[in-house]
């Protein structure tokens, strides 16, 4: 009776918030591990006087650290239910672009009706005329 399971009872948001909590705990460890290995490889490296082993060390390093920092944040920010800010940049270039190809449009079609205005057989030499039906027919209208 007092021995149960309380996990069990949980609810499905529940458990797949304990189950990120835990994968955001192994990131972490993994994360720091990997980067443990890799200042040791960068000191390992130093010491026998590559520098250019040390470098591409160094860079690894930091990638990997920053990749999982992103990571690990973006994770806790999902945890705590907040979402992702817009691609602001991307909207805003995204805009740039459509009103530098609409304006491009625009004036397109601005030269190619200002050159239609210029060549000679173009509608403004056509005149219309009204017809109207001959004295003697006889039309029905129903």
Do not use: C
């Amino acid at each position: 009776m007092f021995g149960t399971n309380l996990v069990a009872h949980r609810s499905k948001p529940e458990k797949i918030t304990d189950q990120a909590w835990a994968h955001l705990q192994s990131t972490f460890g993994s994360a720091g591990d990997s980067v443990r290995d890799a200042a040791r490889h960068t000191a390992h490296s130093a010491r026998r006087g590559t520098v250019h082993l040390a470098d591409g060390a160094s860079n690894r390093v930091s990638s990997v650290k920053d990749e999982a920092w992103r990571r690990a944040t973006a994770a806790s920010a999902a945890l705590a239910g907040r979402r992702p800010g817009l691609p602001w940049l991307w909207i805003i270039g995204a805009a740039g672009i459509g009103a530098a190809l609409g304006w491009a449009a625009g004036s397109a079609a601005r030269a190619m009706i200002a050159r239609e205005g210029d060549e000679p057989g173009t509608s403004e030499g056509v005149e219309f005329v009204e017809l109207s039906p001959p004295p003697n027919a006889s039309v029905r209208m129903n």
